[in-house]
């Protein structure tokens, strides 16, 4: 025979307030901003750096190099000398250079740079992702894309490089399947839009002491 249980006899149960749950959830900190880089060749940023080349101010923040870092600290060493020297000259003589550089991490840039004359700001530069492929280019094959992107014509260009108009053929073809293109226009779009200045690629004959 079951007993029954009068209401004095009944413990009650402790419930906890849904909404407390909720707002503990809601308190979790999103993930940290990823700070790997998302370029892709063809993309660029601009970074504005002091009289000592340290980054402060950049367009994008998901590449490596961040405000607070010095400008070529992701560089490959060789490189690096080369942006230095060319950055001193450019901060102090306002001269305008263009460098062509590789990163630690395999990426490839040109860079534009230009002379602030600010007090705390000394140089910004135009970084534009070029394709890893132009490794493969011989200085002839870069010549020849520079002379393509200032639209000269193939007679043209044989003069300019004094060298038939078959050598010339030959850079084309080359030139094509290296950097994996399909038809010579693609060569011609390349040319236009990552060879349309001549880039540094070697080093700077810097009379000036470079930043520290």
Not at 105 to 131: K, Q, S
Not at 146 to 156: F, M, P, R, S
Not at 167 to 174: E, G, K, Q
Not at 193 to 204: E, Y
Request: proline fraction near 6%; charge should be positive.
């Amino acid at each position: 025979m079951k007993r029954k249980l009068n209401d004095s006899q009944i413990e009650p149960i402790a419930v906890q307030p849904a909404s407390k749950t909720t707002k503990k959830r809601s308190k979790s900190k999103p993930d940290p901003k990823p700070r790997s880089g998302t370029l892709k060749p063809g993309d660029a940023f601009v970074a504005i750096c002091d009289w000592n080349g340290i980054v402060k101010w950049l367009s994008n923040h998901t590449i490596k190099t961040q405000v607070g870092d010095l400008g070529w600290v992701n560089m490959l060493p060789g490189d690096g000398e080369r942006f230095k020297q060319a950055f001193a000259r450019t901060a102090t003589l306002h001269e305008r250079h263009i460098v062509e550089i590789a990163s630690i991490d395999g990426l490839r840039y040109r860079i534009w740079m230009w002379a602030i004359g600010n007090p705390d700001l000394a140089v910004c530069t135009f970084n534009l992702m070029i394709p890893t492929e132009v490794d493969q280019l011989t200085d002839r094959e870069r010549e020849f894309l520079e002379l393509l992107a200032q639209g000269l014509a193939i007679k043209e260009i044989a003069s300019k490089l004094d060298v038939s108009i078959n050598t010339v053929h030959a850079h084309m073809r080359n030139v094509k399947a290296k950097l994996l293109l399909s038809s010579p226009n693609e060569v011609i779009a390349f040319a236009a839009r990552f060879f349309h200045q001549k880039a540094d690629l070697v080093p700077v004959d810097a009379t000036l002491r470079t930043p520290q």
